[in-house]
């Protein structure tokens, strides 16, 4: 986990000081060496410490806690309002 925090600050640091755009193509790549060696690590962690009867629900808490999972977005089911028309006159003009 120390691995993956140093790449995660170099990664902001690399952010701050960049002064060539060429230079931001380093941030992903330790992003992703950061990332990649928590998530493994924290499915370990939880493997061991969830009881085997409940490490099921402690990977999926752990996975919704980490990307936020949500219920589907309900804002499709509601209606657009009316648009005017606008060749339709005002009443009273």
Sequence with gaps: MRIAAGAWTAALLV??????WAVLLIVPVLTG???GITMPTL???????APTEQRGT???LQATA????????????????????????????
Excluded: K, M, N, Y
């Design 15 to 20: 952010l701050t000081v960049a002064g060539h």
């Design 58 to 60: 402690a990977t999926s």
């Design 33 to 35: 060496i950061g990332s």
């Design 66 to 93: 980490l990307f936020r999972l949500r219920e589907p977005d309900q804002s499709a089911d509601i209606a657009e309002p009316e648009r005017e028309d606008p060749r339709r006159t005002p009443v009273g003009e």
């Design 43 to 49: 499915t370990v962690l939880v493997d061991r410490a």
